[in-house]
């Protein structure tokens, strides 16, 4: 049967996700894809570090081809590591995150990671998340759940169906076994009653009144009446030039004419004569 066959290739895929998962157990860690193609199968790996997937001078991901071809009976695996752009809106890398943590540190501060987690989830652009936390130490010795979510989320519908991003990951501790769940509603996902609203646009034109000539001549004629002629006053280096000009220029002769000397007649002598002998006798 055809069914029987599609199962057996989905369950086997699932082994060797599952398997790769547990190699590839590092934080960063995102997920992983495989492809079937004519040259071979195509695993690709999705990390936000992809140093510590490939190792050293690729050490790792020889190993892992190793691995595949002898235990999973591939043919030609090619291995490729794809970097996380943003790994606050993968999921897959906010659950891994969270499993290592407590791993590390122990499920004390739970909510504090919670919260701290969807501020940057939400400062990455997101529409809404929803974070999940279910086991022993949340928040006491008994299994609780505690949910953690903001923004805006779709649970029916297509959207949260097939266009909602998921991640899971479980954390094992010795208390017991905490299980994390993430979906993440990505800002590229179009919900459809979102409405785009566009004012129109309006053109405004400038009308001016144009008037015949004959009348525009006539306000010109008015307007050159209307303003006083004013004499340019000299400025003060115009005021220099002009007083040195006038100092070189010479002054010219007073043109009044001389007073005529009277000739005196012979009676006038003659008594002028008489004077000065009188004087002379006197003496």
Known sequence: MIEKEVIKKKLKEFEIMEYIENVVDKPGYGFTEIQRTPLGEKVTIHTSKP?????????????????????????????????????????????????????????????????????????????????????????????????????????????????????????????????VKVSILTPDIKLPDDIDIYEPEVAVEEVTEQLPPEEVVKEIKEKIKEEPEVEKVPKSKEKKELKKTTEDIPKKESKKPKKEEKVPTAKELAKKKEIKDGNNKKE
């Not at 190993?63 to 043919?75: A, R």
């Not at 086991?135 to 959207?159: C, E, Q, V």
């Open 51 to 179: 140093g510590l997937v490939v190792g050293r001078k690729g050490a790792s991901i020889r190993e892992l081809t190793e691995i595949l071809k002898s235990k999973f009976n591939f043919e030609n695996p090619q291995i490729e590591v794809s970097e996380i752009t943003d790994p606050n809106l993968n999921p897959h890398s906010v659950a891994k995150y969270i499993t290592h943590t407590f791993q590390r540190f122990g499920p004390g501060r739970f909510k504090f990671l919670g919260y701290k987690l969807l501020d940057d989830i939400m400062k990455s652009g997101a529409v809404g998340a929803e974070i999940v936390l279910s086991g022993r130490g949340i928040p006491s010795t008994r299994a609780k759940s505690w949910r953690f979510s903001a923004g805006h989320l779709k649970k029916s519908g297509d959207i949260s169906e097939n266009h909602m991003r998921r991640g899971f990951a479980i954390a094992h501790l010795k208390s017991g076994a905490i299980g």
